[in-house]
């Protein structure tokens, strides 16, 4: 490997280069929660359209070269900068689309008008993810035209609504994105005063069970005790789902204990936000519970509302359901054992039908090497002297796999800018601005000793 030529800013240097572009940072998150880029069906696309383009103008102005690319499903937006001799390439990802507000009653303020509150900066998407798309950016500019590394931006357009274009991009493009390191910006850090790297994830498979009892309503009086309700019996088919202690009790799902840390119970309740009485379901440490076994959630029901329910028994009844999977399972197989679970407990001779959503691999990162090195001494410089904690995820990033398999080579640290108050995908999602200041710190500082692994490594 040639010698590396160009000179790496000092901590002092990035710390204050930083805190320079902050305030710009800053604005241009605000002006990207504004632009309303749902990529979900039913909702205006050119929003994400507006959403590509802004996120274009952001990265040409850091030097990349930049364009705007899509395989069949919504934009996402490529940068690169070729690595200096000698200097590694790192891969940043980060996705400009946001999920849906759902009831607009439940915000406080407008979902895309950002406002802050507390030391926190309102808005759908204000954490997840553009606040990534920004603290990349933020890196960029804090070195200007001293950057120690190569850079390829992916900043994708549909990963709320599934990524289901993303891999099809990465093979169209895959000599262009390859890297030494991939930085995954969509995660969460432990708490507020203490980041993470994120080593492990579960996986999903979403699908739809119909219970049929009738081809038609009938009166309730008439036919009602002797004729069951397709609701009634959609009610017990899902109580079989979990047992007494609420684990999951589909047999055949993998699920295990080993989590490094515990998540104290207090502070988990009222992050949850769960309510005076209510008890936790499962058993075993709680962050076992949420990173390395099972869950499964009821997302919603077909039904009559009950505005407009008349005195009839109900023909039919649908439900979405909803798995995490522990890594190491498999979701064609999870998917299988599922299906099997349901049609065996099919109450009272229903009519039970599974249909199949979309589904996602789980992962887990082997967090070890000068890469990863590097950026633990990242973190530990931005957050002064507190440790980062290796840390799971109950949630699903599906395409973390992809990348694993496309690239064996490169290391993948998955990072974020979230907080466990951060409400993503829920009413008043937000963004800790401290804690976001110190992301942004911590991803140049990241850049700058990559580059020094990299040149001990050549």
Not at 63 to 76: E, K, W, Y
Not at 121 to 129: K, N, S, T
Not at 338 to 355: D, I, M, Q, Y
Request: charged letters at 25%; a negative charge.
């Amino acid at each position: 490997m040639p010698v590396m030529t160009t000179p790496i800013m000092s901590e002092s240097e990035i710390r204050a280069a930083v805190e320079r572009e902050l305030p710009g940072v800053r604005a241009d998150l605000e002006r990207l929660v504004r632009i309303p880029g749902i990529a979900f069906e039913g909702f205006d696309h050119s929003h994400v359209e507006r959403s590509a383009e802004a996120v274009a103008e952001l990265l040409r102005g850091c030097g990349l070269d930049t364009r705007i690319v899509r395989s069949g499903g919504q934009p996402a937006v490529i940068g690169t900068k070729p690595a200096p001799p000698g200097a590694p390439t790192v891969l940043m990802y980060a996705h400009h689309d946001v999920q849906p507000v759902g009831d607009l009653s439940l915000w406080e303020s407008d979902p895309f008008e950002p406002v802050e509150r507390d030391g926190r900066l309102y808005g759908r998407g204000a954490a997840d993810d553009k606040a990534g798309i920004m603290a990349h950016v933020a890196a960029l500019r804090a070195f200007g035209d001293q950057l120690p590394v190569g850079v390829v931006l992916f900043i994708e357009g549909e990963e709320e609504y599934g990524s289901d274009s993303l891999e099809r991009l990465l093979a169209e493009h895959r000599e262009e994105i390859a890297s030494d390191v991939i930085v995954i910006a969509d995660s969460t850090n432990w708490d507020v005063g203490v980041p993470a790297l994120t080593t492990s994830l579960r996986g999903i498979v979403n699908c739809f069970v119909e219970v049929r009892t009738l081809d038609h309503a009938v009166h309730s009086g008439m036919f009602g005790g002797a004729v069951p309700d397709a609701l009634t019996a959609l009610v017990r088919l899902l109580s079989t789902l979990h047992d007494d202690a609420g684990d999951v009790a589909v047999e055949g799902l993998i699920g295990r204990e080993g989590a490094t840390v515990d998540y104290p119970e207090d502070r988990f309740r009222a992050e949850a936000g769960l309510v005076e009485g209510a008890s936790l379901i499962g058993t075993g440490r709680i962050t076992d519970r949420l990173w390395t076994k099972p869950a499964l959630a009821v997302l919603g029901v077909d039904a009559p509302a009950t505005g407009e329910a008349p005195n009839a028994l109900v023909p039919s009844a649908k439900a979405k359901l909803s798995v995490r999977l522990a890594p190491g399972d498999d979701p064609e197989r999870a998917y299988d054992a599922l299906r099997a679970h349901l049609e065996k407990h099919a109450p009272w001779g229903a009519r039970v039908t599974v249909s199949f959503e979309h589904d996602g691999n789980p992962c887990v990162i082997d967090a070890t090497g000068p890469m990863f090195d590097a950026a633990r001494s990242a973190f530990r410089t931005a957050w002064d002297g507190t440790d980062p904690v290796d840390i799971g995820v109950g949630g699903s990033i599906p395409f973390i796999a992809t990348f694993q398999e496309m690239f064996p080579q490169a290391a993948i640290l998955v990072t974020g800018v979230e907080d466990p108050h951060a409400r993503a995908h829920g009413p008043n999602e937000s963004l800790h601005l401290g804690e976001f200041a110190r992301v942004c710190l911590a991803e140049a500082l990241l850049l700058a000793r990559v580059a020094e692994a990299g040149h001990r490594a050549g």
